[in-house]
Antibody, heavy 117, light 107 residues
Framework: HVQLQESGVGLVNPSETLSLTCTVS????????WSWIRQSPGKTLEWIGS???????NYNPSLKSRVTISVDTSKKEVSLRLTSVTAADTAQYFC???????????WGQGTLVAVSS | DIQMTQSPSSVSASVGDRVTITCRAS??????LAWYQQTPGKAPKLLIY???SLQSGVPSRFSGSGSGTDFTLTISSLQPEDFATYYC?????????FGPGTKLEIK
């Protein structure tokens, strides 16, 4: 069965760029949407954006100016870049697989990113 | 953005109890609604999609209903592993949004 694993730097300086990768194993990235969702400590979930295996993207307008999501189907990796981070971007970041209806049926375990100098 | 609200924000119940959680959307979303369960330190787990469809592998004690703006998640007979936080999510329009969560605690 498909598994997702997030990876990336866990501590980012303010104003710098957060970069995360979601590696897909046990399945293909093709024909699915891949989402990034985050959860600030003690808070609810926030949808960051998603990408189809074809490359088409949708982003949360609240983050759109700072977010880029990309997919490398040959490596089975989905990437997230978030620029100009602040403490408000400190969160657990999850990647998820969406079959096209908007909900994620498979999630990675998440990775905690702290923004601090 | 579509705002999602949930009630109650927390509930205490005992093993074997029946529990219902409500989710309301700020505008009609048809049946574009999912429910997730999250335990501390873990990723959310999809329970219900399309408002009332049970995700594969999820016990049948979980059920969902509703359409438009009002939705419910019901757990028919609580088991120890069900004590967690539950979130609803609308998938009708971008940006997708989640409810604030309902924490289900042991009485």
């Amino acid at each position: 069965h498909v598994q997702l694993q997030e990876s990336g730097v866990g501590l980012v300086n303010p104003s710098e760029t957060l970069s995360l990768t979601c590696t897909v194993s046990g399945g293909s990235t093709s024909s699915y949407y891949w989402s990034w969702i985050r959860q600030s400590p003690g808070k609810t979930l926030e949808w960051i954006g998603s990408i189809h295996s074809s490359g088409s993207t949708n982003y949360n307008p609240s983050l759109k100016s700072r977010v880029t999501i990309s997919v490398d189907t040959s490596k089975k990796e989905v990437s997230l870049r978030l620029t100009s981070v602040t403490a408000a971007d400190t969160a657990q970041y999850f990647c998820g697989r969406d079959a096209g209806q908007g909900w994620c049926d498979t999630w990675g375990q998440g990775t905690l990113v702290a923004v601090s100098s | 953005d579509i705002q999602m609200t949930q009630s109650p924000s927390s509930v205490s119940a005992s093993v074997g109890d029946r529990v219902t959680i409500t989710c309301r959307a700020s505008q009609g979303i048809g049946t574009w609604l999912a429910w997730y369960q999250q335990t501390p330190g873990k990723a959310p787990k999809l329970l219900i999609y399309a408002a009332s469809s049970l995700q594969s592998g999820v016990p049948s004690r979980f059920s969902g209903s509703g359409s438009g703006t009002d939705f419910t998640l019901t757990i028919s007979s609580l088991q120890p592993e069900d004590f967690a936080t539950y979130y609803c999510q609308q998938a009708d329009s971008f940006p997708y949004t989640f409810g604030p969560g309902t924490k289900l605690e042991i009485k």
